[in-house]
């Protein structure tokens, strides 16, 4: 018995069980990567789709600033301008005086509205003008001339605004006047006949359309 013992005590490997020497048992320091659950995919999933939804307002802000910027540097879309002539051609052909037109502006000032009250004028009866132009800076200048000082196009810039003493312009002397609208209002009476300039164009354009205002000769 004593020596059974000795033998199985000096065995080097001490194995004192039957069964295959290779197999070893799994770390207890290496854990199983647990599986992950339906519910993390699907909040991953949300996550994500959120972060979507949320850059998506921020794009469309980009894009709209994008698109104002190229329609603001592409000056000429979306105007339309018209010929004066006609409505020019029938104000002087039926007003009582000689009338007065802008003229020799560069392309720079584009006209874009044309009316006149001649059509409806009987002989003696007062006859109203008036030019829209685009200025070269994008801005409104407008032209009116007439020989009826009440008349709606003349009240409506003059009527309440407030002289801001005079301007030389070409030799003539103009009047300045700021407007109930906060506008620059250029403006001379001769004979009973009122010229004015007025618009959100700057003073300098205004003065440029005063110094242009010429007898209309056909």
Known sequence: ???EAEER?????????AGPTSEHAPDPAE????????????????????MVRSLLPLVVICLLIVGWQAFRSSPDVGVRTVDPSSAVQLAAARAGYELLVPTGLDEGYRPTSARTDAGDAGEGDPVTL??????PEEEFAGFVVSDDRAADPVAA????????????LAGRSWAR????DGETALWR???GVTVLVSGSASDEELQVMAESVAPYTG
């Open 130 to 135: 008036q030019i829209g132009y685009l200025t």
């Open 31 to 50: 854990p199983a990567t647990p599986p992950v659950s339906p519910a993390v995919e699907r909040a991953n999933r949300m996550n994500a789709a959120n």
């Open 177 to 180: 006047s700021t407007t109930v």
């Open 189 to 191: 009476e001769a004979d």
């Open 157 to 168: 810039v003059l009527d309440g605004a407030e002289e801001q003493g005079t301007v030389e």
């Open 1 to 3: 018995m004593g020596g």
């Open 9 to 17: 005590c000096c065995d080097p490997r001490c194995m004192t069980g």
